[in-house]
């Protein structure tokens, strides 16, 4: 990255949410010196045994190939400088830490636009963010979602 570049947490997975938040991101913040990173959360197996342990270690490095596969051609095109980071952890919590880590500018993410009683029975990623982030946070939200 070169100086005075801002770093950039972009949450992702292999959602049509993922997608649009880069879309914007690209279209609206992108300045030439930005460093990005591509922050993604594995399911962690609830009772790991051996087996589990290892197909799962095999499912990560593959949804970090496709994260890659998915994201990495219009950043690479732009000539933008990112990173995959992934890990087995909560993903609002997992985030944060990183984005407290890498001492981001701000953290880019889509939503789902879950309703009220859903985001409360099963929670919101981008609702903990919100309220847990150290720095700015940009919800963008599908242009197809209903408001």
């Not at 880069?22 to 300045?31: A, N, P, S």
Request: one cysteine or more; hydrophobic letters at 35%; aromatic letters at 8%.
């Amino acid at each position: 990255m070169a100086s005075g570049g801002d770093r950039v947490i972009l949450a992702v997975d292999a959602s049509k949410y993922s997608q649009n938040a880069l879309k914007w991101y690209l279209e609206h913040m992108h300045k030439p010196n930005n460093k990005v990173y591509l922050v993604s959360c594995l399911e962690f197996p609830s009772m790991p045994s051996r087996d589990t342990w290892e197909a799962q270690t095999k499912a990560g490095r593959e949804k970090g190939q496709e994260l890659i596969e998915q994201f990495g051609p219009q950043l690479k095109e732009r000539k933008i400088d990112f990173e995959v980071v992934m890990d087995y952890e909560k993903p609002g919590e997992y985030i944060c830490h990183v984005a407290q880590d890498k001492n981001a500018t701000c953290i880019v993410m889509g939503t789902r636009g879950m309703g009220k009683l859903r985001r409360t029975i099963i929670g919101s990623v981008s609702n903990y963010v919100l309220n847990h982030a150290h720095c700015p946070v940009l919800v963008c939200r599908h242009p197809k979602d209903e408001h």
